[in-house]
């Protein structure tokens, strides 16, 4: 058995088999994961565990997702799997009317346009008050301290966040900007690799959002920042956006495929891709893993998926098409039946009518949890809500301005999402042995 503290060590072979009695995280990020493991050595359980690891990651990946993202989660626990969208919503003052009398053409990727109400903190709220043993205080303490004393930043993190800077330093130039540089490149640059960073503001927004259970966030003296900033500067957010806003627990999708389930959250999101692709490749033969026929059909199941996500994927109550006739084994058939010896350049088919960080943890009890969060395209929209470490994201950039889209903007939807959690099950017989 390897103990904990193995469980995270960057340098362990990718390819290495790891077993575990008491519990489990991965991470891309070792300070995040070593979050997660705390809190499991402290008596939490995997939900626990999750909740310190993506909270951890808004510290010490920030150039990946933050307080201001949105996150899906799939929970295992007791033999049931449960979904959790905390994707949110546009706000009510985000309407296709006002962008084209503002002359928008397309959804821009900067500024308060694409900015959508953010989901995370209440999805760790309610991750925790649903199935959490430890209290949130106790699951955020461990990300509060990075951001209080700081970490030295890692390679990948520094390398992203100098991209950013650099990136930002030629397109931001509006005043409603000159946050991010004040709250991530306080010296006039970004911080190194091997540097040690901290932010005392992310500190006391994290530890606001643990003492409230993030009802600070949605109705608080967080929410009054949030809503003087966007108002400040011409937003469309406002605080009535976020007290209304709850995450929805979902009921997962899923397919079978060659012998296993795989499961994802049912769209906004669009794990409904993964799905369908699936779906098209289980009618072919693979002899060959690893051969050019095998890869053709993979990757031209999988254009044929994406552009049909693209097409009907949305917030699920605007849908044209329901995700069980986008499953069919027929539509399937159909597709399949599309893929031919050459490439072909995908359209989207007729269905029957009818940026970004993830982990995973596991217990001794047998819960396990499937995570993604993320503030999209990096830092996410270039707003950083003053004094907080707030950095909204960006996701409204997925909704369309065509008044014919299934996708397109409208107040109170959620758009298109790009990040999904998936999780994986397998019925297993056992038979009594024989006397």
Same mark, same amino acid.
């Given at each position: 058995?390897?103990?904990?503290?193995?469980?995270?060590?960057?340098?362990?072979?990718?390819?290495?088999? #790891?077993? #575990?009695?008491?519990?489990?995280?991965?991470?891309?990020?070792?300070?995040?994961?070593?979050?997660?493991?705390?809190?499991?050595?402290?008596?939490?359980?995997?939900?626990? #565990?999750?909740?310190?690891? #993506?909270?951890?990651?808004? &510290?010490? +990946?920030?150039?990946?997702?933050?307080?201001?993202?949105?996150?899906?989660?799939?929970?295992?626990?007791?033999?049931?799997?449960?979904?959790?969208?905390?994707?949110?919503?546009?706000?009510?003052?985000?309407?296709?009317?006002?962008?084209?009398?503002?002359?928008?053409? *397309?959804?821009?990727?900067?500024?308060?346009?694409?900015?959508?109400?953010?989901?995370?903190?209440?999805?760790?709220?309610?991750?925790?008050?649903?199935?959490?043993?430890?209290?949130?205080? *106790?699951?955020?303490? $461990?990300?509060?301290?990075?951001?209080?004393?700081?970490?030295?930043?890692?390679?990948?993190?520094?390398?992203?966040?100098?991209?950013?800077?650099?990136?930002?330093?030629?397109?931001?130039?509006?005043?409603?900007?000159?946050?991010?540089?004040?709250?991530?490149? $306080?010296?006039?640059?970004?911080?190194?690799?091997?540097?040690?960073?901290?932010?005392?503001?992310?500190?006391?927004?994290?530890?606001?959002?643990?003492?409230?259970?993030?009802?600070?966030?949605?109705?608080?003296?967080?929410?009054?920042?949030?809503?003087?900033?966007?108002?400040?500067?011409?937003?469309?957010?406002?605080?009535?956006?976020?007290?209304?806003?709850?995450?929805?627990?979902?009921?997962?999708?899923?397919?079978?495929?060659?012998?296993?389930? &795989?499961?994802?959250?049912?769209?906004?999101?669009?794990?409904?891709?993964?799905?369908?692709?699936?779906?098209?490749?289980?009618?072919? =033969?693979?002899?060959?893993?690893?051969?050019?026929?095998?890869?053709?059909?993979?990757? +031209?199941?999988?254009?044929?998926?994406?552009?049909?996500?693209?097409?009907?994927?949305?917030?699920?109550?605007?849908?044209?098409?329901?995700?069980?006739?986008?499953?069919? =084994?027929?539509?399937?058939?159909?597709?399949?039946? +599309?893929?031919?010896?050459?490439?072909?350049?995908?359209? $989207?088919?007729? $269905?029957?009518?009818?940026?970004?960080?993830?982990?995973?943890?596991?217990?001794?009890?047998?819960?396990?949890?499937?995570?993604?969060?993320?503030?999209?395209?990096?830092?996410?929209?270039?707003?950083?809500?003053?004094?907080?470490?707030?950095?909204?994201?960006?996701?409204?950039?997925?909704?369309?301005?065509?008044?014919?889209?299934?996708?397109?903007?409208?107040?109170?939807?959620?758009?298109?999402?790009?990040?999904?959690?998936?999780?994986?099950?397998?019925?297993?017989?056992?038979?009594?042995?024989?006397?």
């Amino acid at each position: 058995m390897l103990n904990f503290d193995s469980l995270y060590n960057p340098y362990v072979s990718r390819r290495m088999t #790891a077993y #575990a009695k008491n519990g489990m995280v991965a991470s891309a990020q070792p300070l995040a994961a070593e979050a997660g493991l705390s809190i499991l050595r402290k008596g939490g359980n995997a939900i626990d #565990a999750a909740i310190a690891t #993506a909270v951890s990651l808004t &510290v010490v +990946e920030p150039t990946s997702n933050g307080i201001g993202g949105d996150a899906f989660v799939l929970v295992w626990t007791k033999g049931q799997l449960y979904g959790l969208n905390a994707s949110g919503p546009a706000p009510q003052l985000l309407t296709l009317q006002a962008l084209e009398k503002a002359g928008y053409k *397309e959804m821009p990727i900067y500024g308060w346009v694409p900015v959508t109400v953010p989901g995370a903190p209440a999805a760790w709220a309610e991750l925790s008050a649903r199935f959490g043993k430890l209290s949130l205080s *106790e699951v955020i303490a $461990p990300a509060i301290t990075y951001a209080e004393q700081g970490f030295p930043l890692s390679p990948t993190v520094g390398r992203s966040w100098e991209n950013a800077f650099n990136r930002y330093s030629l397109e931001l130039k509006e005043e409603q900007f000159k946050y991010w540089f004040s709250t991530f490149a $306080p010296q006039g640059r970004a911080p190194k690799i091997g540097e040690l960073w901290q932010s005392l503001d992310h500190a006391r927004t994290l530890q606001a959002i643990a003492e409230t259970k993030a009802r600070s966030f949605y109705g608080g003296v967080i929410a009054d920042k949030i809503d003087e900033f966007s108002k400040k500067y011409g937003g469309y957010l406002r605080k009535d956006d976020l007290e209304a806003y709850t995450p929805e627990w979902v009921t997962p999708i899923n397919i079978n495929y060659r012998g296993y389930d &795989v499961w994802e959250i049912p769209p906004n999101g669009h794990g409904l891709v993964a799905l369908m692709a699936l779906n098209i490749l289980k009618g072919f =033969d693979f002899e060959i893993k690893e051969s050019p026929d095998s890869y053709h059909r993979q990757i +031209e199941a999988l254009k044929l998926a994406f552009v049909d996500g693209k097409r009907y994927i949305a917030d699920q109550s605007k849908m044209q098409y329901r995700i069980q006739d986008l499953l069919s =084994d027929a539509y399937a058939t159909e597709r399949r039946k +599309e893929i031919g010896e050459r490439a072909l350049m995908p359209e $989207p088919g007729n $269905p029957p009518k009818g940026g970004t960080v993830y982990l995973a943890t596991a217990d001794g009890e047998g819960n396990m949890v499937s995570y993604i969060q993320s503030n999209y395209m990096g830092f996410g929209s270039g707003l950083v809500v003053p004094e907080t470490g707030i950095s909204l994201h960006n996701r409204g950039n997925n909704f369309s301005l065509n008044r014919n889209h299934v996708n397109c903007l409208e107040p109170g939807k959620r758009p298109y999402h790009t990040i999904i959690p998936g999780f994986l099950t397998k019925i297993v017989v056992l038979l009594a042995p024989s006397e």
